[in-house]
């Protein structure tokens, strides 16, 4: 049973409707039948230090190598300035071309570029391995009837190559991985 008292609800109205009690009454009710997980520092620890990798040297080297940024501190200015908006290095990278802040006679931003460039020159060992506890926990999940998901703000074929590394690509797979270059 869900109680709320109308003077402490966040509703636009003095008494919620029958309708928005019914809703949150649904939403509480309702079974869990799915799990999301955000791949980047939720199926790996942050303190890995592969995320700051990713984040920086990985999206720089990328800048400099691909989109002819001067360097790497022009490249680290202009990806944080639109990371900081978008979470996203694709998503920062296409508004960033669509606002002229690439540098002149730079080829065209393509998320499918990014992803190719982290799936092959990231350092991947930094994450350790197979993590056969994570492997035992998603399995446990799925043995009990619950369908996993991946989802991430970077490109599919990075995420693929992570989920592979840490041995949990199987318990996934391509139906339930979702990735930024779905949506752009």
């Known amino acids: 049973k869900l109680l709320i008292h109308p ?52 999206a720089q080297s990328f800048m400099v190598e ?8 022009q490249a680290k200015a202009v990806r944080d300035e639109y990371f900081e908006q978008y979470h996203s290095t694709a998503k920062a990278l296409l508004v960033a071309q669509q606002e002229g802040k690439l540098p002149p006679g730079a080829p065209p931003f393509e998320a499918k570029q990014l992803a190719e460039w982290w799936a092959t020159t990231l350092d991947f060992s930094l994450l350790g391995g197979v993590n056969a506890t994570l492997q035992k926990d998603l399995h446990d999940l799925q043995s009990r009837g619950l369908t996993i998901v ?3 703000n970077g490109p599919r ?10 041995g949990v690509w ?11 270059d779905d949506v752009l």
Do not use: C
Not at 170 to 180: C, K, P, Q, S, T
């Open 7 to 58: 003077s402490r609800t966040s509703f636009n109205s003095t008494i919620p409707s029958i309708y928005q009690y019914l809703s949150i009454y649904l939403i509480i009710s309702m079974p869990i039948t799915t799990i999301l997980f955000d791949v980047d520092d939720t199926l790996y620890d942050v303190g890995t230090g592969f995320t700051a990798h990713r984040n920086g040297y990985g």
């Open 66 to 73: 691909q989109l002819k940024f001067e360097s790497l501190e």
């Open 150 to 152: 991946a989802f991430s």
């Open 157 to 166: 074929q990075y995420v693929k190559r992570t989920l592979m590394e840490l």
């Open 170 to 180: 199987e318990l996934f797979g391509e139906d339930r991985l979702f990735a930024v």
